[in-house]
């Protein structure tokens, strides 16, 4: 079985986001709480997600393949480097 994404609803409303802010997910993981902010954000919006382990990365690459917007940057760092 795959990633289960939880509580994406709750924190994304948690988060209070407008359409023009930049977001971090400093921990991509799946790449569901990455998808459900970048469906929140607009086309002056920025998503950075990060996340140490490259496979993480990939499989949000695959989970945000085609969003044309918010922009969106993918990085394999660890959050600490903030």
């Known amino acids: 079985m795959g990633h289960v994404t939880v509580l994406s609803h709750e924190a994304i409303e948690a988060l209070g986001m407008k359409s023009a802010d930049i977001v971090v997910d400093a921990t991509l993981g799946g790449?569901?709480?990455?998808k459900s902010i970048a469906e929140a954000l607009g086309k002056k919006g920025m998503l950075i997600g990060m996340d140490l382990d490259q496979e993480a990365v990939e499989r949000a690459r695959i989970a945000l393949k085609g969003f044309s917007k918010p922009k969106i940057h993918l990085l394999t760092e660890n959050f600490r480097n903030l």
Request: glycine content about 50%; aromatic content about 0%.
């Open 31 to 34: 790449g569901g709480h990455a």
